[in-house]
Each structure stands twice: as structure tokens, then as C-alpha cells.
């Protein structure tokens, strides 16, 4: 069993940063692709930023140039570093991981709520 617990989340004002932790923790051989996904009130669930195992990155549209994904595999953590917010960034915000661990799943975390201010 793999679990995903997120911490990060809060209110800041528009301009502020935040950073969001992803911990992974249960029988785990490999995370193979980290990814932060958001959920606005009313609006379909979106991809926000992806990390490989091979440190590929890849971000939304939206975000480019704000927020940036890492890893500590030491850890099995990852994060989402998010800069000069909007307050069209606010939601919660999901982490989601690809594990090899007996067999080869996707997890979610429970979600944690980011709320920014104008």
C-alpha cells in the first residue's frame, strides 16, 4: 500500500509564494513520474506540473514561469514551488505519483487547499 500525504497549502496574498510537499511513504520501489494536479470550485480537474525520474519537467500554460516542480528521491518527496500567485490560482491542489510497488499504480494525496488573495 502506497500512501500520498500532502502539506503546503494556505492563504497568501496575490503575489505571494507558497510550497507545496508531496510525501510518499509504503512499500515503494520507484516513483517513476511526480506530478501536481488543481481543482478550482466549478471547474474540472488540471495537470499543473510533471516531473520524470529522469528530472523532465514539464508545466501548464497557466503557470509557466511562476511555480516549479522538484524531487528528493531520498525522500520520496516532491514539491511545487509557486511564486508571484494569482488569484485565479487558487484551489486544491492534488499530488498524484506513478509507483512501482506490488505491481505499478497511479496514487493521489487527499489534497490540500491554496487560496490566494487579491
Known amino acids: 500500500q502506497v500512501q500520498l500525504v500532502e502539506s503546503g497549502g494556505g492563504l497568501v496574498q496575490a503575489g505571494g509564494s507558497l510550497r507545496l510537499s508531496c510525501a510518499a511513504s509504503g512499500i515503494i520501489f520507484s516513483i517513476n513520474i511526480m506530478q501536481w494536479y488543481r481543482q478550482a470550485p466549478g471547474k474540472q480537474r488540471e495537470l499543473v506540473a510533471t516531473?520524470?525520474?529522469?528530472?523532465?519537467?514539464n508545466y501548464a500554460d497557466s503557470v509557466k514561469g511562476r511555480f516549479t516542480i522538484s524531487r528528493d528521491n531520498a525522500k520520496k518527496t516532491w514539491y511545487l514551488q509557486m511564486d508571484s500567485l494569482k488569484p485565479e490560482d487558487t484551489a486544491v491542489y492534488y499530488c498524484k505519483a506513478n509507483v512501482r510497488s506490488i505491481g505499478v499504480s497511479n496514487y493521489w494525496g487527499q489534497g490540500t487547499q491554496v487560496t490566494v488573495s487579491s
Open positions: 516531473i520524470t525520474s529522469g528530472d523532465s519537467t
